[in-house]
Structure formats: structure tokens, C-alpha cells
């Protein structure tokens, strides 16, 4: 061979070799069961630090005084918050505001501004200003809705440690700024999106974006996300005559499982055995975690979200006239813990738990008996005994919200006409 093309060619294979080696991106890998079974989970250096910059946690206020007068006494129409200080009240409000609608601000939940012409008084950045004397009223659909997240939030945190661990959730960890979070479903209507000639069902043969853009069913999560249908369509036998699901259900199934690994960021071994997909006793703990994941939003679309349609206004359904509902990808957003497993609720532990709401504290009544005879002149008589000791001494000292110190005794349970947390808990412990 000429030298000349020899040269050319070992010249292009250099150039070759170095082009592959500038386009590699350097990867890390989790080892999920033993070596040598492929369960493993392998992401780019560039994927890990796009998913850190995705997952920050924001900033937090510090904490704020728990005594003062109670959010049930100082504010009206207080329905879920009520047992907290109004300064803890007014942290987590500012704090909601920062999660969920920053450009906003409170007028996104609370009633506007009007001036004297009934027009809304607006920011510099066009959204309403809130009217800091009408914070009470429920006309602003999108109060009603926050109340109930938050009850749903508490119920979480109290109730799904099966899932959420004692990492727990906050508005922020689905919302991230966002006053709609980015990762929520709706019904699809079925359309006709078959290739020409090629038989099937509609979409049959179109990807689905809510698949891992697979061309799986588009409607994988109404039978699995808010109805019961069982998902397991895999038999432990090889010829099981009891097991009737066929390829069709297989691949609603296989839907559902590739919206999770999407959403997770992660590969099917991430809850699976790679030698055997349907064993349990095999199978890592992520997969004990994501069965009761399943229930959880189950049990959050029937109880919490989809009953809040009928008041959503029609930009906020989709083209079915349903509301937004949650998946996986809601709160995960593509990372295996959301917030990579930062907890924010050591910082928020109102958000922990449902607290039964006490009563307004009434205020005393004067009694008709005690008080002095009136003089001839029209003026109440005064006495020695009424007047304040020359000592100096004075009247008992009131809080500095001037609040009664203390509230009277069974003050408890949910006021009249506000959303009580339903009695839902999570579903039986028992393997499906």
C-alpha cells in the first residue's frame, strides 16, 4: 500500500478516535442487587448536575414566634390554620406565595384590590394587588383550592410515610414556583392516529408523551392513578390458567411503568429484579415504596383534587373538561427522590400533620350586676376600692396581642362548614 495512504488512514483514525472521545460524557453508576445482573443505574455527569440544578431548595424564612394571639382569633374565616400563631400564620402565607405564585403574589389566592371606580388595582408587573381588609373572602377559587392542598399536604405527611418516608412534601416540592405544577395529566380524547393501512386501535401507533414517548396506551393513568384496576398482568407460573389478561392489558400496564422510570429518571431495575420481573422477595425496597406511591396518588386524585373540578374556571381544564390531576412526575420531575431527598419540613412542621381546629375564643360578656351605680350628675360613681392602689399597682398585664392568655378548655375539633380531613388512610400492607 502507498505509504501516503497508509498515513491518511492511521491520521483518520486518530481524528476518529479523538472525535469519540470529545463527544463521551463521563457517567456514574448506582448498583441496585448483585453484580453481573444488569441492575444498575447509569446517568451522565451532565445529567446528575442538570437534576441538582432542577432540585434546589428555596429559600426559607426562620422560624416564627409560636406565642401571640392564635390565626383563629386574629383573622376571620380561618379554617385549617387556625392553632398557629398569627406570625406563624403569616410565615407560611408569605412562604406559599414564594412556592406557588412569586410574580402573583397574594392576590392569586386572596381578593383583590378595587378602587373607587370597582376597577382592580394592578402591580408593576400587571397581576391584581391583594385588598389586605377583604383577606377573609372565598371569592377567588384559587383560596378554596390552596385550603384543600394544604389539608392534602398534612395528610401526606401524616398519613403516606409508607411512601414519603419523614422526608415528607410541601407545596413546593410539586409546585417549584409555579402556580400550576408543570408535571400534572389530563383525559385524552382518543383520535385517530393511525399510520395509513396499518390496523389498530387510535393511537395505537403515535407515541405518547405520558409513556416515555413510547406507542403504549395514552391513557394509562385514569384506570391506574384514580380508579383500582389491577395492574399486574404478569403470572409467577409459566402456564397460569387463572391469569386472563392479555397482551392488550400488558401494554396499559408497560404504559404506567414507563411514565414511572421517566419520571424517576430511572431504568425498570430501579424497582425490579432483572432475573425475575414479577418476585418480590428478590426485588429492591424501591418497589414496596412505589406500590404504596401508587395508592398514595390514587388516593389524592379521588379525595383531594378531582372534587376541587366543579369550581376550577374553564382555562384550568383540560379537553375533556376534567381538572389537573397528579402523577409520579408531579412531584418527582425526573429525579429518584424529589428534591434529590431534601426534606423541608423540619423547617415547616405545621405542614406535618392535621391539627383538629379549635373555636374562636369568645370574648367575656360584662356582667349587667357589677356595674356601678350612676352618680346624679348621669356619670358613673366611682369608689376607693375601683381605683388602682397609689402603690402603683396594676391591672393584670395583657398579651402583647392582646389576646386572653389562654383559650377556654375543648376548644377542638373543625369548624362548622370547613373541609375536614377525610378519613382516608393508606391501603392494606399487603402484597398485591
Not at 15 to 36: E, F, H, N, R
Not at 50 to 71: C, H, I, S, W, Y
Not at 384 to 412: H, I, L, Q, V
Request: proline share 10%; aromatic share 6%; charged share 15%.
Amino acid at each position: 500500500m502507498n505509504p501516503i495512504a497508509k498515513g491518511a488512514g492511521a491520521l483518520g483514525g486518530v481524528l476518529v478516535a479523538m472525535a469519540t472521545v470529545a463527544a463521551y460524557d463521563s457517567t456514574a453508576g448506582a448498583q441496585k442487587g448483585a453484580p453481573g445482573i444488569g441492575m444498575e443505574t447509569v446517568s451522565t455527569l451532565k445529567e446528575l448536575a442538570e437534576k441538582t440544578a432542577e432540585n434546589q431548595v428555596p429559600f426559607m424564612l426562620p422560624p416564627a414566634p409560636k406565642d401571640g394571639a392564635r390565626a383563629v382569633d386574629a383573622y376571620k374565616n380561618v379554617q385549617v390554620l387556625g392553632h398557629l400563631s398569627s406570625a406563624e400564620v403569616t410565615r407560611l402565607m408569605a412562604s406559599i406565595t414564594q412556592w406557588v405564585a412569586p410574580d402573583q403574589g397574594c392576590a392569586y389566592c386572596h381578593a383583590p384590590q378595587r378602587d373607587a371606580n370597582g376597577k382592580i388595582v394592578l402591580n408593576d408587573l400587571g397581576y391584581p394587588l391583594a385588598d389586605n381588609n377583604n383577606m377573609h373572602s372565598d371569592e377567588v377559587y384559587a383560596k378554596v383550592v390552596a385550603r384543600r392542598m394544604i389539608q392534602m399536604t398534612m395528610h401526606i405527611n401524616q398519613d403516606w410515610q409508607a411512601h414519603v418516608q419523614k422526608t415528607g412534601v410541601t407545596c413546593w416540592t410539586c409546585h417549584r414556583g409555579n402556580p400550576v405544577p408543570k408535571n400534572v395529566w389530563y383525559d385524552v380524547p382518543e383520535q385517530d392516529t393511525r399510520f395509513g393501512g396499518i390496523p389498530g386501535p387510535p393511537n395505537q401507533h403515535a407515541y405518547a408523551t405520558n409513556a416515555g414517548l413510547s406507542s403504549l396506551p395514552h391513557g394509562s393513568f385514569r384506570p391506574f392513578l384514580v380508579n383500582d384496576e389491577n395492574i399486574r398482568v404478569q403470572s409467577n407460573e409459566a402456564i397460569d390458567p387463572e391469569n386472563r389478561a392479555s397482551i392488550k392489558q400488558a401494554e396499559w400496564t408497560y404504559g404506567l411503568m414507563m411514565h414511572m422510570s421517566s419520571a424517576l429518571g430511572v431504568n425498570c431495575t430501579y424497582c425490579h429484579n432483572s432475573r425475575s420481573m414479577g418476585e418480590w422477595n428478590t426485588s429492591p425496597l424501591t418497589r414496596t415504596t412505589a406500590w404504596y406511591g401508587i395508592r398514595m396518588v390514587r388516593d389524592l386524585n379521588k379525595e383531594y383534587v378531582e372534587p376541587l373540578t366543579a369550581i376550577l374556571p374553564p382555562q384550568r381544564l383540560g379537553p375533556m373538561g376534567d381538572g389537573p390531576k397528579a402523577n409520579c412526575a408531579t412531584c418527582h420531575q425526573g429525579a429518584y427522590k424529589p428534591l434529590l431527598g431534601v426534606s423541608m419540613l423540619p423547617s415547616f412542621p405545621e405542614l406535618a400533620a392535621w391539627v383538629p381546629q379549635p373555636q374562636k375564643t369568645k370574648t367575656p360578656e360584662p356582667d349587667p350586676s357589677a356595674a356601678p351605680a350612676a352618680s346624679a350628675s348621669g356619670a358613673p360613681a366611682t369608689s376607693a376600692s375601683a381605683m388602682p392602689a397609689a402603690s402603683g399597682s396594676a391591672p393584670p398585664a395583657a398579651s402583647a396581642s392582646g389576646a386572653p392568655s389562654a383559650a377556654p378548655s375543648g376548644a377542638t375539633g373543625a369548624p362548622s362548614g370547613s373541609s375536614a380531613i377525610p378519613e382516608a388512610k393508606p391501603a392494606s400492607s399487603a402484597r398485591p
